[in-house]
């Protein structure tokens, strides 16, 4: 039973474009969201979080979103690079649940020059 | 600077054997933390310590699983009598903070890739 869920397994998108990944919970104790990127062969690394009491957050080229009545939020990677090609892994965790993140399966990204 | 590191990156074992894994967290994180990642799935949840009290087991899916920090630093995984169904890459992140590690950033090891043959 996935807490946390990343329906697209792959996405490829052409170089300069919107690259939008999506992710789902069912959990509404969660109120802390990250978004991590995994290279083969590597660790995941951090790319962006977002608190509940927040419905955007953005850093450079990426920008979360958080609709939290629909328990849905979203990665935009504007413009996407091919070295954003790599997997991203959506997170969730929640103050008295412990002090783990709960990760969703990934989703693959492509970007294409 | 130096991240967090683990040995081996790769273990192959024969079912029955024994294993361990060893991770080296970033100097002064309090907070560690082993995942368990199968192929084409999430990093899922095993342990947390924090210094070197592990604060939270529930996610180890069997006694056969056991892990240390006696001295709040590096810690071991260790595997006992190994089945095929333990083979995953294996993941360790640390973060700075005591009892914030659901806030806090967490900083990922490259991981041990375990066969069991």
């Known amino acids: 039973d996935q807490q946390v869920k990343q329906n697209s397994p792959s996405l490829s998108v052409q170089e300069g474009r919107i690259s939008i990944l999506n992710c789902d919970y069912t959990?509404?104790?969660?109120?802390?969201f990250l978004w991590y990127k995994k290279y083969p062969a590597e660790g995941p690394t951090f790319l962006i979080s977002?608190?509940?009491?927040?419905d955007k957050n953005e850093d450079g080229r990426f920008t979360v979103f958080l609709n939290k009545s629909a328990k849905h939020l979203s990665l935009h990677i504007v413009p996407s690079q091919p070295g954003d090609s790599a997997v991203y892994f959506c997170?969730?965790?929640?103050?008295?649940?412990?002090?783990?993140?709960?990760f969703g399966p990934g989703t693959r990204l492509s970007v294409l020059p | 600077g130096a991240g967090v590191s683990q040995s081996p990156r790769y273990k192959v074992a024969k079912r029955g054997q024994d294993v361990a894994l060893r991770c080296d967290p970033i100097?002064?994180?309090?907070?560690l933390f082993w995942y368990q990642q199968a192929l084409g799935q999430g990093p899922e949840f095993l342990t947390y310590?924090?210094?070197?009290?592990?604060?939270?087991k529930s996610g180890l899916p069997s006694d056969r699983f056991f892990a240390e920090r006696p001295e709040g630093s590096v810690s071991t995984l260790k595997i006992q009598r190994t089945q095929q169904e333990d083979s995953a890459v294996y993941l360790c992140?640390?973060?700075?903070?005591?009892?914030?590690?659901?806030?806090?950033?967490?900083?990922f090891g490259p991981g041990t890739r375990l066969t069991v043959l």
């Open positions: 992140a640390s973060s700075l903070r005591a009892g914030l590690g659901s806030r806090d950033t967490q900083y």
């Open positions: 977002i608190s509940s009491i927040k």
């Open positions: 100097s002064g994180h309090v907070s």
């Open positions: 997170a969730a965790s929640a103050r008295n649940y412990g002090q783990n993140f709960v």
């Open positions: 310590f924090q210094n070197e009290a592990q604060l939270d």
């Open positions: 959990n509404s104790m969660f109120d802390y």
